[in-house]
T-cell receptor, first 116, second 115 residues
Framework: DVKVTQSSRYLVKRTGEKVFLECVQDMDHENMFWYRQDPGLGLRLIYFSYDVKMKEKGDIPEGYSVSREKKERFSLILESASTNQTSMYLC???????????????FGDGTRLSIL | AQSVAQPEDQVNVAEGNPLTVKCTYSVSGNPYLFWYVQYPNRGLQFLLKYITGDNLVKGSYGFEAEFNKSQTSFHLKKPSALVSDSALYFCAVRPWMDSSYKLIFGSGTRLLVRP
């Protein structure tokens, strides 16, 4: 089975801090994704990566950056955390080299981040 | 604009009764369609997908979904609901010929199965 592991289940940080969320997958997947989940809004894509050192902006990239130095690891960075970034963050990965493929995305269990 | 709509925030059904969770989509071109389930404090789990072919797709845990091209719908169904099916369900779509990588999610429908 595919395993996507997010380093923290719960995280509490203060406004203005730089926050790192880590995600690791064990299936040698090319594609990795970061979403945030908010009630009534579903999942919104923040950033996407289809290869090492490659990244693409999603729908809501403002205030975030990402890093993919190794194929199995995709980090989400909140440059200066703000209260409106309090949310559930979900990491996902998918196989198949073609970006536009029919392979499902596999999700981690999420990090519930609170910014005080 | 491409979108996915799940018109019901919550669906309530008695255990043993059939259930339907609705999903309609608006995309250019033919879509790939997916259903995911999310249990409390967990990530999303893949249930099933429609790529092409038979309009009735069978997936995990006894769930199935019916693709209707004319109504642009992809409703999730199960003949007999279990209390353990209570969870949050997400429909998602990816345009087939679109170069976009994005998976477009609906807002989710909470399914509550009462004993």
């Amino acid at each position: 089975d595919v395993k996507v592991t997010q380093s923290s289940r719960y995280l509490v940080k203060r406004t203005g801090e730089k926050v790192f969320l880590e995600c690791v997958q064990d299936m040698d997947h090319e594609n990795m994704f970061w979403y945030r989940q908010d009630p009534g809004l579903g999942l919104r894509l923040i950033y996407f990566s289809y290869d090492v050192k490659m990244k693409e902006k999603g729908d809501i990239p403002e205030g975030y950056s990402v890093s993919r130095e190794k194929k199995e690891r995709f980090s989400l960075i909140l440059e200066s955390a703000s209260t409106n970034q309090t949310s559930m963050y979900l990491c996902a990965s998918s196989g198949a080299y073609a970006i536009n493929s029919n392979q499902p995305q596999h999700f981690g269990d999420g990090t519930r981040l609170s910014i005080l | 604009a491409q979108s996915v709509a799940q018109p019901e925030d919550q669906v309530n059904v008695a255990e043993g009764n059939p259930l339907t969770v609705k999903c309609t989509y608006s995309v250019s071109g033919n879509p790939y369609l997916f259903w995911y389930v999310q249990y409390p404090n967990r990530g999303l789990q893949f249930l099933l997908k429609y790529i092409t072919g038979d309009n009735l797709v069978k997936g995990s845990y006894g769930f199935e979904a019916e693709f209707n091209k004319s109504q642009t719908s992809f409703h999730l169904k199960k003949p007999s609901a279990l209390v353990s099916d209570s969870a949050l369900y997400f429909c998602a779509v990816r345009p087939w010929m679109d170069s976009s990588y994005k998976l477009i999610f609906g807002s989710g429908t909470r399914l509550l199965v009462r004993p």
